[in-house]
Each structure stands twice: as C-alpha cells, then as structure tokens.
T-cell receptor, first 115, second 113 residues
C-alpha cells in the first residue's frame, strides 16, 4: 500500500536553531498538507499545497515558518529560529484531488523536541 | 468558524463493551465528516467518513451516522477489543470542498482485558 514518507522520524534541536522536515507524498497526489499536532490536541493545518502552489497558509507563523513544494512533488517545512513552543508532532498528508471525496493519507510524522 | 467538539477522555472500557464517542460540529454549508484513529507514536489513519446527511460510515466494526439535525457524528462499536485502544479524532471539511481537515481534540480510548 502506498504511503506518505516523512523524515526524520524524531528531531531534537536547541532553541534558536534551524530545523527542517521533509515529506514525500503518494505518487500522483496533487494536494499536500502540513499539520502541527501539539501533545494532547488535534492536528491543526499549517499549509496546503495544490501542486507547487500554496492554497492556504493562513495559520502558518510566517515570521519563523516556511514551506515549499518546488516541483509539485515532495515538500519541505522549515522553522528558523525554533522556539520551545514549537515542540510538537508535524504531520504531512496528501490527497489525490482537492475535495473530500478523495482520501487523505497521513505520514507517520516528525516528532520535534525543542530544548 | 468551523469547529469540532468531542467528549473528553480518557474513556476506559472493558473488552466486549459497547462504545460511543460523541462528536458535534459547527460548520458552514454541508461539511464532510470523518473519524481518524491514531495509535501511539504513529500518524493518523482514516477510520470512516460520511459526505452527506444521513450517510452512515462504517469500517472494522465501527459506525457513525451523519446527523444534520443535531450536527453530530457519534462513533459507535458494539464490542470493543484491546486492540481498539488508541486516540480517536473527529474531523470535518466544510462544504465538502478543498480545504484541509478541522479536527477535534481527540478522545483517548483505553480497553482493559
């Protein structure tokens, strides 16, 4: 079964350092999402891509977070500088189309700890 | 705005008990509704979904019915197993469109043998 690949699985970084996460969606999936899940809470959407274009980044803290999907395939989410409050699970998901009629497949996530 | 409210956990049941996890929503238009399950240290897996009123989603013995009149999508299972222990998230996409999912806070389910 096709999977959404994410790396690294775990990341520990010091406050004020830069950190990056990578996501490779299921082949052919045009829509890609990055979510942040704080421990004990539900995931919150950070950014949504349709191919290489950003569709929604209204909840992305743009002073420190950036996301790109240059060729419309894999994607990178970056935080610079990291803050203690950024400790969370970062989940990537992809979808064949842009509507809820298609399934959303989530990756296993990257667990970030900022110390 | 759009929001999802779930019953708070943890919910602790004995094996073979009946399960209900309540979920209500607020959304514009006619949202699509989902239940996701998350096992420890893993990402989310789609459990079931319903895209219009009165639809029933079902999978692995779990069921949920889209009730527009009560804006609810309660998750049920007739006989739970220890392997069902996980965190369950109710979620919606407003208007069945292209937006990302809006999740509830999750309900931690613990099944004791």
């Amino acid at each position: 079964e096709a999977e959404v690949a994410q790396s690294p699985r775990y990341k520990i970084t010091e406050k004020s350092q830069a950190v990056a996460f990578w996501c490779d969606p299921i082949s052919g999936h045009a829509t890609l999402y990055w979510y942040r899940q704080i421990l004990g809470q539900g995931p919150e959407l950070l950014v949504q891509f349709q191919d290489e274009s950003v569709v929604d980044d209204s909840q992305l803290p743009k002073d420190r977070f950036s996301a790109e999907r240059l060729k419309g395939v894999d994607s990178t989410l970056k935080i610079q500088p990291a803050e203690l409050g950024d400790s969370a699970m970062y989940l990537c998901a992809s979808s064949l189309g842009g509507t809820s009629n298609y399934g959303y497949t989530f990756g296993s996530g990257t667990r970030l700890t900022v110390v | 705005g759009n929001s999802v409210t779930q019953m708070e956990g943890p919910v602790t049941l004995s094996e073979e008990a009946f399960l209900t996890i309540n979920c209500t929503y607020t959304a514009t238009g006619y949202p699509s509704l989902f239940w996701y399950v998350q096992y420890p240290g893993e990402g989310l897996q789609l459990l079931l979904k319903a895209t219009k009123a009165d639809d029933k989603g079902s999978n692995k013995g779990f069921e949920a019915t889209y009730r527009k009149e009560t804006t609810s999508f309660h998750l049920e299972k007739g006989s739970v197993q220890v392997s069902d222990s996980a965190v369950y998230f109710c979620a919606l996409i407003p208007g069945g469109g292209a937006d990302g999912l809006t999740f509830g806070k999750g309900t931690h389910l613990i099944i004791q043998p």
